[in-house]
């Protein structure tokens, strides 16, 4: 880290902040032909969570940079394999340890073998592997095509969500280890296979070293947030601040300066090229979005605040179950908590930090609903009374 090379550019934190836009598909029009796979392209990994509110996180992203998609045809995106591939039918995403559980594209298989090799060699798990069991589940998929834990004999032993069953136990060690991948889901089910049938060729055989690897996946990961620190970068894949070190000078990326950051900062040389411009997006945003993964680079840019309170209990939430922040103009300018009622998007809490966001957060709840299939919108509690007053008459305004 003492022998950087000089900064290829001084960035003022209004430019960082429209490069990181920009390189999230949050800043100048949307790739609309590319749709919900060149979303996922875009950022390299869409994050998978079990919550789902208005909808899962995984449709909310590309809802966020696209508007209103249809949800089946977000899935089908995703999850809809092309029939006619070399090999026979070729899937465009895979599921996978990234950020957390993600949806990759499928190019990327070769570049997650470090991985894969890590998990293989770990010495200790958190589940044991019953005798035997893992051998029988390999053989099962083998003879019997693609299958869900349900299929496969169950994926729980009792109620309990952290007591799988064995078989459970075995195929998530076989993903992990890449004799399994995950390139389908059944409603929310995930569908296993066997590695050397569902991942193409051409893919399944390049087995990179890690260095090749991480060299890679610090590439995607400074083109995906346009600037970031090392901590930014380690954390878009979940690397380790030395396996950023000993690639990030081969990666491609380029050292900047950022006014206020304080740290050492790396670019997408394509982000430097031209000055970032464009139409903003005004919209809810999943608390999964990875425009605000990590928390310290949110507050860095935004001076925003974010972290999800769902895990939190009841009595100590500040902001909500879901709070999701709301995007307009190029900041983070409120949150809203929302619920479904019937037709009726239910803003349970609204925080809205100046009055002037008002306007953009009604647009946000206003698109949100409509893209649920909700014909009105209700707003339950602020903090401050004559804003939800105002928030009230703009809603109305809007609808009528």
């Excluded at 890679?216 to 979940?238: F, K, P």
Aim: glycine content about 8%; some cysteine; charged content about 30%.
């Amino acid at each position: 880290m003492s022998s950087l090379p000089p900064p290829a550019a001084e960035l003022t934190a209004d430019e960082a902040r429209r490069i990181v836009l920009r390189a999230q598909g949050l800043l100048g029009a949307p790739d609309r032909r590319a749709g919900v796979r060149g979303v996922l392209r875009h950022l390299g990994a869409v994050q998978l969570d079990t919550i789902s509110v208005l909808a899962r996180s995984h449709e909310l992203i590309p809802y966020a940079r696209l508007g209103a998609l249809g949800r089946k045809a977000v899935d089908a995106a995703y999850w809809k394999q092309t029939p006619d591939g070399p090999d026979g039918p070729r899937p465009h995403a895979f599921e996978y340890w990234s950020h957390a559980a993600c949806i990759l594209p499928i190019e990327e298989w070769p570049h997650f073998a470090f991985r894969r090799r890590a998990y293989r060699s770990r010495p200790h798990w958190n589940h044991a592997l019953p005798d035997g069991v893992y051998d029988q589940v390999v053989k099962q998929l083998r003879a019997e095509g693609p299958l869900t834990a349900t299929d496969l004999g169950g994926a729980k032993r009792t109620s309990e969500w952290w007591d799988w069953s064995g078989t459970k136990v075995a195929v998530e060690r076989a993903l992990m280890y890449g004799e399994v991948v995950c390139v389908e889901r059944r409603g929310w089910k995930r569908v296993y296979d066997l590695a050397e049938r569902a991942v193409p060729g051409e893919l399944l055989h390049d087995e990179l070293d890690d260095a090749e690897c991480l060299r890679r996946l610090v590439r995607l990961a400074g083109q995906s947030l346009g600037v970031g620190t090392r901590a930014d970068i380690a954390d878009y894949h979940r690397l380790k601040g030395e396996q950023v070190d000993a690639v990030i000078a081969d990666s491609g990326l380029v050292p900047v300066t950022v006014e206020g950051w304080g740290k050492p900062a790396w670019a997408d040389p394509a982000a430097l090229a031209a000055p970032a411009r464009g139409r903003h997006r005004t919209t809810l945003l999943s608390p999964f979005d990875s425009l605000i993964w990590e928390r310290a680079r949110t507050e860095r840019i935004f001076g925003f605040t974010h972290r999800l309170e769902a895990y939190v209990p009841k009595q100590k939430r500040v902001h909500g179950y879901f709070a999701m922040p709301v995007l307009a103009g190029g900041r983070l300018v409120g949150r809203v908590d929302p619920a479904r009622e019937g037709r009726t998007l239910v803003a349970k809490q609204v925080t809205v930090e100046d009055p002037r966001s008002v306007p953009a957060v009604a647009q946000a709840l206003l698109e949100a609903a409509s893209w649920v299939d909700c014909t009105d919108v209700r707003v339950e509690r602020m903090d401050a009374t004559e804003l939800r007053e105002a928030l009230v008459r703009e809603l109305a305004r809007a609808q009528d």
